[in-house]
T-cell receptor, first 113, second 112 residues
């Protein structure tokens, strides 16, 4: 049963620290999405990649967030420096080529103190 | 991508059919209707999608009106495990328009 995996599942850090979240998309999927979910804002799209190339990162705060796909099996989302308002659940999702059905990972729960 | 409107919450008795409506009056001809659900503290889960014909799979049925301005997700025999937030989104398939606006969804509570 192929699944999207995310690490870490939970992260507590102090303001100003760097945070790196990792996602392993389903093998063969060529589109990867990063979402952030909070009670106030709901599920927001931060960025997405197709064939490892960034297509849209307009939802991401540019000064502190960065997203990359070093290879087809790994996507990363970094926050540097982190702030308390970044506290949220971050979801990664992947989709196969030509299909828009997204398969979500379990999320990374981030708490910035 | 077109926006959707859903009721904020609904209740359903266990074993009965749950009918969740979604309005997408500005949908374009090449936009599909997708349904996802999110059970508490888990990632959203794909349920079903369709363009204009009604669709059915092992999880649910999707009824799309002839003018495609609204749709209904049907869970034929709701169980307590179907309690979740249900999201209706519309999006073009196979393009670079990757944004998915999930909105607030409908919180379905299945009661014993």
């Amino acid at each position: 049963d192929a699944r999207v995996t995310q690490t870490p599942r939970d992260k507590v850090t102090e303001m100003g620290q760097e945070v790196t979240m990792r996602c392993q998309p389903i093998l063969g999927h060529n589109t990867v999405f990063w979402y952030r979910q909070t009670m106030m804002q709901g599920l927001e799209l931060l960025a997405y990649f197709r064939n490892r190339a960034p297509l849209d990162d307009s939802g991401m705060p540019k000064d502190r967030f960065s997203a990359e796909m070093p290879d087809a099996t790994l996507a990363t989302l970094k926050i540097q420096p982190s702030e308390p308002r970044d506290s949220a659940v971050y979801f990664c999702a992947s989709a196969p080529a030509g299909v828009e059905t997204q398969y979500f990972g379990p999320g990374t729960r981030l708490l910035v103190l | 991508d077109a926006k959707t409107t859903q009721p904020p919450s609904m209740d359903c008795a266990e074993g009965r059919a749950a009918n969740l409506p979604c309005n997408h009056s500005t949908i374009s001809g090449n936009e599909y209707v997708y349904w996802y659900r999110q059970i508490h503290s888990q990632g959203p889960q794909y349920i079903i999608h369709g363009l204009k014909n009604n669709e059915t799979n092992e999880m649910a049925s999707l009824i799309i009106t002839e003018d495609r301005k609204s749709s209904t997700l049907i869970l034929p025999h709701a169980t307590l495990r179907d309690t979740a937030v249900y999201y209706c989104i519309v999006r073009v398939v196979g393009t670079n328009a990757g944004k998915s606006t999930f909105g607030d969804g409908t919180t379905l509570t299945v009661k014993p």
